[in-house]
């Protein structure tokens, strides 16, 4: 019922920027739980940041002060600014969402809807 598109992914060396966008379908987008998650080479699937419908946000330790997530409801997306990378940061970035939720998600099974994920690889 929902889809969502990542896009932005590509190969940076480290120290270098990229912005991820994630777009939406669907009406009722604003109230949404959204988040990010990555799947490194080898590694399960971890949490990267979330964002809830009244835009309180949450990071895993490893990104703090690094990765700013935001939303825009008015165009159905939401972003990943990713500064300062590193290559540990080399992964998938998956989009979710979890429509109706009042609070930040941080659980991957806590979401209904992922996106296809879009490669980022970081250059030593």
């Known amino acids: 019922q929902v889809q969502l598109v990542e896009s932005g992914g590509g190969l940076v060396q480290a120290g270098a920027s990229l912005r991820l966008s994630c777009a939406a379908s669907?009406?009722?987008?604003?109230?949404?739980?959204m988040g990010w998650f990555r799947q490194a080479p080898g590694k399960e699937r971890e949490f990267v940041a979330a964002?809830?419908?009244?835009?309180?946000?949450y990071y895993t330790d490893s990104v703090k002060g690094r990765f700013t997530i935001s939303r825009d409801n008015a165009k159905n997306t939401m972003a990943l600014q990713m500064n300062s990378l590193k290559p540990e940061d080399t992964a998938v970035y998956y989009c979710?969402?979890?429509?109706?939720?009042?609070?930040?998600?941080?659980?991957?099974?806590?979401?209904?809807?992922w996106g296809q994920g879009t490669q980022v690889t970081v250059s030593s």
């Open positions: 979710a969402a979890a429509p109706a939720g009042n609070g930040l998600r941080i659980r991957d099974y806590e979401y209904d809807y």
């Open positions: 669907g009406r009722t987008f604003s109230s949404y739980a």
């Open positions: 964002i809830s419908r009244y835009l309180s946000t």
